[in-house]
């Protein structure tokens, strides 16, 4: 009598058992994947980068996927969004993917004004808030605890830049040349900075409106007063072509050097020959001989048929590092514990080792680089 | 027009406005409600333009320059300066009515192709300025954190109009005082006075009226309501930038009123709405979205310059004038 | 990398040139007769692109009576079509640049077709917004078909050359020569040619015209591709010293309206003059004002002629 209710009961508890973990099991057949939203300018004037970007994003999102996915085999599952370089565009486009996409994870940004409006949403909905590209150091002062920015700001790269070119290159008269934006008048401030009373000195500043063509005044002027170098802050490679190519044709044959981060291979197909010998400096070139590297290279190479550049990568590390962060803090709407898992990790990149700051700044733990233009292509200048 | 049809047309507009109350209680989400606040500031810069357009009957490229400096006028006072956006609003109003009196009055002695350069010469001296004056507008960068629309004293008791539902309702409120404000005055003797100078001007100025100066009036107040909207604009995006002054602001509201009907009442509203609601729906589109704009206020241009509005009342007059016959019992 | 307010260089109505400091090295003297030289250089050949565009625009108008709103577009189409055949194709610069002009004054048949012709027996007025709708589609297409991002337009001709004073592109060089060419090409062309008169004797009356048998709508199409050709080449000339982007037109053809009305409408002396004068106008204001403000220069120009002197400095006082 007893073996029969033993037997019995056993039964019973092991087909609740069963009954338990076969639903289970066929739950986890279709898994819900993780949202995560790109926000970046795929069309109008930064189109360029915005697709660049994409590029990086997209292959993270395979390289993840394929590696089973993340919070318990779960696919990362990529919303593009285009801001259009405008900041209205890339503020609807967080309260879509907020509201009818029902996601806690923003990312992207390649233009400083639209990143700056996106983040007023996302700090006021408490919106995790990953800013790929734009460096404005505004974007990272406004005190949003979700907020973290890949890139760092152009006084970070001057930290590198500006000592290396007074320590290698030496040169005794600088003539500067900026754009009217804040960025240019922030490089005014960096060379006074770290050139200070005993650096190179600059002995002409010359200041020009976005989207002017036409730089041979500001060269001659430069041409005539023969300096050992000469410095250029501006962003734009169609300008920093114009620039180079004009320099060129006036036959301004000082050396020149590019504000750090702006070499980039559109800069040199634009200017053609005149880019031959321009210097710069950077956190990042696709030639680092790192294995990280080499691999993000190889796949991308792989899913594109073309190399990678900076974008890609940063678009890459967005993705990559923010899924890992979500497997760690085991979460995809628990805006905090996310943010704290980023600011407690080192993450591991293709420019190397990254920490975040307290202000959600990325710092690189690896070196920047100099770079000069050898025969039509972007090495490293030892 | 007959009773019946007044009656009608009275229903017709009572529904509307219940509609329009009503709207964002059907859609909920944040994101659909931003288009309808989208959609209200369209109103209102089409029925701005309409004015010009419609009853003046003289076409502008440069209507964009008011709406950006109502904008601008509006974040600079209440952000730079400090007024409360209670008083930043009406003071850019203000702002751009003096600027339409200065353009307008320079602008309105001449006539077709020379008025429309004129006023693309202007708004482009205008978003020279706006650009480049990098220390008051802070240029390219764009103007970021204005001030929200706080309703109250302050102190005492505060409302914001921050969500997309209050700012909604707000803009509702805007575009209905400035609906009644042209509805009265279209049906003034001032409007019949526009009507007459429009229509008929040798006849007009020989019993004495100066069209100049109602031109210039017109002219005024259409630019103060477009300051209106740009100012509507600045507050509930809370970020503007050089954008807003270009062609694209220009071209748009001129689509509006071409297509949706220029010199009714109707005809801005149906303007404000396939133009502020489409551009959502084709989200993704970006610069395809303009080509198919463009085509398509080509094709009105050609097929039917008068506009859907205008299409729609002359097909609701027929159809009626095909009833009524049959009513008396003609044959 | 900062890209706050970026525009891709796409608008050249942001032109600008502000110095903050004179150099302090150097004999200031010789550098300001330099300056002069090198402006007054830069003025001539600017002032030329802008003449080419504007002949075109006053042509049509005096022709046809139409504003054509979409002429800066034709410029830009030069560009881009010789920059398809140029980069793209890799065909040598002046042969693509003479199929792009051809290419567009073919389009301009089109053009002519759907956006100008429906209307100058209905409503000529309309033409203003006919033509203004059909340069956003032109402008939009084109930003579609080749995206945002300025592209490079390479010629042969971009060694510096020595010219005592200065030093000059050949490709600056070139624009001046094609330029004039070009304009007393013109002129003997309408002067001493059949067809040049016939196109003169329209633009005087059309009525009178048509009563001898002289087919109008062939001297329509005549002009207008005469016109928009004048602009492409202007476009594949003026292309290689900077970029290419969609909406450099826009930029060209607001010049372009500044100079007709400067000239006064209907003349082409008057846009020749007019041209010259904006050109160089501009570039000393950019070389010695504090000019960011050198379109705002050209714009008020605009506006006070309109106000004082509407029929230009060439033109005549209309009826």
């Known amino acids: 009598m007893r073996k029969s209710i033993g037997v019995g009961a056993g039964t019973v508890l092991l087909g609740a058992a069963l009954l338990m973990i076969v639903p289970t099991a066929v739950l986890g057949q279709t898994k819900a994947p993780v949202k995560i939203g790109v926000i970046l300018p795929m069309t109008g004037p930064a189109a360029l980068y915005g697709e660049q970007a994409n590029r990086g994003v997209q292959l993270a999102a395979k390289m993840v996927n394929g590696a089973g996915g993340i919070l318990g085999g779960r696919q990362v599952s990529i919303i593009l969004e285009d801001d259009q370089a405008n900041p209205v565009e890339g503020v609807n486009a967080v309260k879509k993917l907020m509201n009818r996409d029902g996601t806690k994870l923003i990312t992207g940004g390649v233009n400083s004004s639209v990143s700056l409006a996106e983040l007023q949403v996302t700090k006021e909905a408490g919106l995790l808030h990953i800013v790929t590209v734009s460096t404005a150091p505004a974007i990272r002062e406004q005190g949003h605890p979700s907020l973290f920015a890949l890139q760092p700001t152009n006084s970070m790269k001057d930290d590198f830049a500006l000592p290396w070119i007074a320590q290698v290159l030496k040169p005794k008269t600088v003539v500067h040349l900026l754009e009217n934006t804040d960025y240019g008048r922030v490089e005014v401030e960096e060379l006074k900075k770290h050139w200070g009373a005993s650096g190179p000195k600059v002995v002409a500043t010359e200041t020009f409106q976005l989207g002017e063509t036409d730089f041979t005044i500001h060269l001659n002027k430069f041409k005539a007063m023969k300096p050992d170098l000469f410095y250029l802050s501006t962003a734009a490679p169609s300008t920093i072509g114009t620039i180079l190519k004009q320099a060129y044709e006036i036959g301004f044959k000082a050396p020149i050097f590019l504000a750090p981060g702006n070499l980039n291979n559109d800069v040199v197909r634009l200017a053609g020959p005149a880019a031959e010998g321009v210097l710069c400096a950077d956190y990042y070139v696709n030639i680092l001989d790192t294995p990280a590297n080499k691999k993000f290279v190889k796949d991308h190479e792989e899913m594109f048929k073309r190399p990678p550049e900076k974008m890609e990568m940063l678009g890459f590390e967005s993705i990559t590092i923010l899924s890992k962060a979500l497997d760690m803090a085991g979460t995809e709407t628990d805006v905090k514990k996310i943010s704290d898992t980023l600011r407690q990790n080192k993450w591991q990149t293709p420019r190397g080792e990254i920490v975040f700051d307290a202000k959600g700044q990325a710092k690189g733990v690896g070196k920047d680089q100099a770079l000069v233009v050898k025969d039509g292509k972007i090495t490293i200048r030892k | ?331 | 990398m900062s890209l706050l307010g970026f525009r891709g260089g796409m608008d050249p109505r942001q032109n600008g040139v502000r110095s903050m400091s004179l150099p302090t090295i150097g004999s200031t003297s010789m550098i300001d007769l330099d300056l002069l030289v090198i402006q007054l250089a830069n003025g001539l050949v600017i002032g030329m692109g802008y003449t080419l565009v504007a002949i075109g625009l006053t042509m049509v108008f005096g022709i046809l009576g139409v504003l054509n709103f979409a002429h800066g577009e034709f410029f830009m189409l030069g560009a881009f079509v010789a920059y398809v055949f140029g980069e793209l194709m890799g065909w040598p610069y002046v042969v693509s640049s003479v199929v792009a002009i051809v290419l567009v004054m073919a389009i301009s048949f089109l053009f002519e077709l759907i956006s100008v012709r429906p209307f100058m027996e209905r409503d000529p007025e309309m033409t203003l917004l006919s033509t203004f709708a059909a340069s956003l589609i032109l402008m939009n297409l084109v930003e579609v078909i080749w995206g945002n991002t300025p592209l490079p337009l390479n010629t042969p001709f971009s060694k510096p050359l020595d010219l005592l004073f200065l030093v000059l592109t050949a490709q600056r060089i070139l624009i001046l020569l094609v330029g004039a060419v070009g304009v007393i090409l013109l002129g003997l062309f309408l002067k001493f040619t059949k067809m040049g008169k016939v196109i003169r004797a329209t633009a005087q009356n059309k009525k009178a015209s048509a009563l001898v048998g002289i087919n109008i709508k062939k001297v329509y199409r005549l002009t207008f591709a005469a016109g928009t050709g004048l602009a492409a080449i202007a476009g594949v000339l003026i292309a290689p010293l900077s970029n290419l982007y969609a909406s450099m037109g826009q930029g060209m053809v607001l010049k372009g309206f500044v100079v007709v009305i400067l000239g006064g409408l209907a003349s082409v002396p008057g846009a020749i003059l007019g041209g010259l004068t904006l050109g160089i106008t501009e570039a000393i204001a950019a070389g010695y004002v504090s000019s960011a403000w050198k379109d705002v220069i050209g714009f008020s120009i605009l506006i006070i002629i309109l106000l004082l002197r509407p029929q230009g400095l060439m033109g005549r006082r209309e009826a």
């Open chain 2, 1 to 331: 027009m007959n009773r019946a049809a007044r009656n009608r047309r009275n229903w017709t507009r009572f529904l509307g406005l219940v509609v329009a109350l009503l709207l964002p209680i059907v859609f909920q989400d944040a994101y659909l409600r931003n288009i309808l606040v989208i959609f209200g500031i369209y109103c209102l810069l089409a029925l701005s333009l309409n004015i010009i357009v419609g009853y003046i009957g003289e076409v502008s490229l440069g209507h964009a320059a008011f709406f950006g400096l109502g904008g601008y006028a509006s974040a600079i006072l209440s952000k730079t300066v400090g007024f409360p956006v209670l008083l930043s609003i009406p003071s850019a109003v203000v702002i751009s009515g003096i600027l339409g009196l200065f353009i307008g009055y320079l602008a309105l002695r001449l006539r077709g192709p020379y008025f429309a350069i004129t006023t693309l010469a202007f708004a482009e001296i205008i978003r020279l300025i706006v650009t480049n004056w990098v220390d008051l507008t802070r240029g390219p960068l764009g103007f970021t954190q204005i001030p929200p629309l706080v309703l109250g004293i302050p102190g005492w008791f505060e409302f914001k109009v921050m969500s997309e539902l209050r700012y909604y309702y707000f803009v509702l409120v805007l575009v209905g005082l400035v609906f009644l404000l042209i509805y009265n005055v279209v049906h003034s003797p001032t409007g019949r006075t526009f009507l007459a100078i429009r229509e008929q001007e040798p006849l007009a100025r020989s019993v004495g009226i100066n069209p100049f100066r109602y031109r210039v009036l017109a002219f005024v107040i259409s630019t103060m309501i477009a300051g209106l909207a740009g100012a509507a604009y600045a507050h509930f995006f809370r970020i503007i930038s050089p954008d807003i002054n270009m062609v694209y602001y220009s071209a748009i509201p001129l689509m509006m009123v071409m297509v949706g009907g220029r010199g009714t009442l109707l005809g801005p509203f149906l303007g404000a709405l396939l133009f502020a609601v489409l551009p959502e729906l084709f989200r993704t589109a970006g610069t395809i979205r303009m080509v198919f704009f463009a085509s398509f206020l080509l094709a009105t241009i050609v097929y039917m310059p008068e506009g859907i509005a205008v299409k729609i009342q002359t097909f609701i007059r027929d159809w009626e004038t095909k009833k009524s016959p049959q009513e008396l019992g003609d044959v």
